[in-house]
Nanobody, 124 residues
Framework: QVQLVESGGGLVQAGGSLRLSCAAS????????MAWFRQPPGKEREFVGF????????SYADSVKDRFTISRDKPKNTLYLQMNNLKPEGPSLYYC?????????????????WGQGTQVTASS
């Protein structure tokens, strides 16, 4: 099973930007999808967006659309999440995940491998 390691989290002022990275331990196959989820303390894991590894097609949750961008660097086996205009929503752990499934990709249950998470806090 591939190992995923997130990095890049931190504390930022509302309206600011952060870029998260997710490094995979092995080459990600072209038929995989990879996604970002986030989880505030005491709440359920929430879909942020996903990317089709092969062609780079993306889809986002309405709450982050036009502010967040997912991209990938195939040779580096690395997934990114560029977050702009962060809202003061309190701390969240951001997770990357991968799957070979192609349906219900906004559901955490569809994903097979998960990273350990990186914390993001946007302060007001």
């Amino acid at each position: 099973q591939v190992q995923l390691v997130e990095s890049g989290g931190g504390l930022v002022q509302a309206g600011g930007s952060l870029r998260l990275s997710c490094a995979a331990s092995e080459e990600t196959r072209n038929y995989y999808n990879m996604a970002w989820f986030r989880q505030p303390p005491g709440k359920e894991r929430e879909f942020v967006g996903f990317i089709a590894w092969n062609d780079g097609g993306t889809s986002y949750a309405d709450s982050v659309k036009d502010r967040f961008t997912i991209s990938r660097d195939k040779p580096k086996n690395t997934l990114y999440l560029q977050m702009n205009n962060l809202k003061p929503e309190g701390p969240s752990l951001y997770y990357c995940a991968d799957t070979i499934k192609w349906t219900a990709l906004n559901a955490a249950r569809q994903y097979d491998s998960w990273g350990q998470g990186t914390q993001v806090t946007a302060s007001s």
